[in-house]
């Protein structure tokens, strides 16, 4: 039997271990894990698309079981034309699962051949989302708990280029 392609998509502005911890989840379970890029026109990312995929890519350099990539529009459009059967959602705590649960039954209305599956990470990064750390970083909190460093890197030369700019 074929294992299915996965994918992952979220903001990842910027990618925490916490979204680092779900895609090594994945990767156990599935022989390829595409982390998506999303584009949502409804917020106002601090990285660009470009800088999100690098850092992704940077954080995943050399695993062949992870590829990254960006889109817009709907998700099971992007996982029909990339082949993919699984959507991977990440839950920190019950308050993501009402609303990931109704976009999973949305997508499943969409596109019955397309499964959602719930990964949990691991306990130490239920608390933690992408937010949290880009205030904790605007603030001049250490990040390093939170981020790779090659993230923290980037996170600081981004704010410090926001703050010489003001």
Known sequence: ??????????????????HIDVVNRATELFPKVIVLVARNPS?????SDKERVEMIKEV??????????????????????KNASVLVRGLRAVS????????????????????????????RYTYLNSTIVREVARLGGDVSGFVPPTVRRRLQEKLN??????
């Open 1 to 18: 039997m074929k294992r299915p392609i996965a994918v992952y998509p979220g903001s990842f502005d910027p990618v925490t271990f916490g």
């Open 43 to 47: 917020k106002s990312p601090l990285f």
């Open 60 to 81: 995943f350099n050399g695993n062949k079981k992870v590829g990254v990539d960006v889109f817009d529009g709907l998700l099971v459009s992007y996982a029909k034309r």
């Open 96 to 123: 993501d699962f009402e609303f990931e649960f109704q976009m999973a039954l949305m997508n499943r209305k969409l596109d019955p051949s397309i499964d959602t599956v719930f990964l949990m990470p691991h306990a």
């Open 161 to 166: 280029l926001r703050n010489n700019s003001k």
